[in-house]
């Protein structure tokens, strides 16, 4: 192997030392991105022209050679240790992995252009955030892919009403009425695009239908205070880092009602141990909130840091317990998890979500305006705090009902 390859290896492993890999992780990944190399060179293949399909030949190619050396297949997950230390190297390496995948007809340029396009204006132009962003252009890419297979067409001019009707009778299939509006909201905002810029004719943005929503209908998914509490002894008793991570997040939900992403921003300048002060960037507003840091939440906070946090040099405070340790972006199915795991099994949504609602009754019930609740839980309008008010439902089985008109008999 040549001079360049040994030194990409070893790029590869300060790398994976740097972001504190286990030291038997890095010689795994180290030495089968090796292998790779020492295949490319076999293969008369430059490090520069990999791509995915070279990847998977090789290995299937190292599939082969494990059979030969041991006399039989390996195990179901041994691919992932190859594949994690090349995938490893050639992100290290080159300046795009994996690369955009090759354009192969003008439909498939079509689109590119299209997305493209509209997610700079998205960005640049609208300013959204980068979850609005996603879920407006995963929509526009799948209308933009799915038009031009049904119709055959490198152009958008001829897209009519029945197309759009066509494709949201097909969307329909298996989405709740909530996910539909939804839909229809995403693709409105696309149409809008594709008449601005001239891809089409006539603005066809009115013509898609949703299903109409009233305000604060159906009851959101919340939970009781014994559930809660339940969900909390059960995650107390694992000791692990996750079991520490786990609990520390649990607590914030359930005292503070926080937003996943609040949770997820949090860093360690947030938090003022002197004056006991937590400090919030509120995800719709982006205003900043001090809380009080109550006893548990403390606690649990400090449990993790000293023993459960991994070494890193990330200023988040929730972070994975494996290496890369990124902070954590998304903690859905942790508290999903740790609800299923206590026995709490809600026929709604059963994320981080339900602590919040589970917080606004509390306060409901404890006859906190509606104001301070909005205050509380970062909404900007009073309104935002009205759904929760369905909640409260235990509370109207102890308001009697005079009848007009009905006598009571002796």
């Not at 023993?307 to 998304?330: K, L, N, Q, W």
């Not at 206590?342 to 994320?351: E, T």
Request: hydrophobic share 40%.
């Amino acid at each position: 192997m040549s001079h360049r390859y040994r030194a990409l290896v070893e790029r590869l492993r300060e790398a994976l030392t740097l972001q504190r890999y286990n030291p038997v992780v890095v010689h795994n990944y180290c030495r089968n991105a090796d292998y790779f190399l020492s295949y490319l060179v076999e293969q008369k293949i430059v490090l520069e022209a990999v791509t995915p399909t070279i990847v998977s030949n090789y290995l299937r190619f190292a599939v082969r050679q494990f059979r030969k050396r041991h006399g039989r297949a390996p195990a179901r997950d041994w691919i992932s240790i190859p594949r994690s230390g090349i995938h490893g190297l050639l992100k290290l390496v080159l300046k795009r992995w994996p690369p955009e995948p090759v354009a192969a007809t003008a439909g498939d340029l079509l689109c590119r252009e299209v997305c493209d396009q509209y997610q700079t204006w998205l960005r640049e132009e609208r300013g959204l955030a980068a979850a609005s962003i996603y879920a407006l252009m995963w929509e526009a890419r799948h209308f933009c892919a799915w038009y031009v297979g049904h119709s055959g067409m490198a152009s958008f001019m001829d897209l009519n009403v029945r197309d759009v009707d066509v494709y949201m009778n097909m969307r329909a299939t298996g989405l709740t009425r909530r996910s539909l509006k939804d839909v229809a909201e995403r693709l409105r905002s696309l149409l809008k695009h594709l008449l601005r810029t001239g891809r089409i004719a006539t603005d066809l943005a009115p013509h898609v239908i949703a299903p109409l929503l009233y305000a604060y209908e159906g009851i959101p998914s919340a939970l009781r205070s014994d559930q809660i509490a339940a969900i909390l002894e059960a995650v107390r008793k694992d000791r692990s880092p996750i079991g520490l991570r786990d609990y520390a997040i649990l607590q914030l939900l359930a005292t503070y009602g926080l937003r996943s992403g609040e949770i997820g921003r949090l860093r360690l300048d947030d938090i003022d141990w002197r004056a006991d002060i937590l400090n919030i960037r509120l995800s719709k507003s982006g205003a900043r909130s001090q809380m009080p840091l109550l006893e548990p939440v403390g606690e649990a906070l400090i449990d993790y840091l000293r023993h459960g946090r991994p070494e890193t040099d990330v200023r988040e405070i929730f972070v994975r317990t494996r290496a890369p340790y990124v902070p954590m972006v998304r903690i859905y199915s942790e508290v999903r998890g740790r609800m299923e795991a206590a026995g709490i099994l809600l026929n709604g949504k059963r994320g981080p979500h339900v602590f919040r609602h589970a917080r606004a009754v509390s306060l409901l019930r404890a006859s906190v305006p509606r104001k301070v609740i909005g205050d509380v839980l970062g909404h900007r309008s009073t309104e935002s705090t009205v759904p929760y008010l369905k909640l409260a439902t235990e509370d109207l089985r102890a308001i009697a009902l005079e009848i007009p008109g009905q006598e009571v008999r002796s």
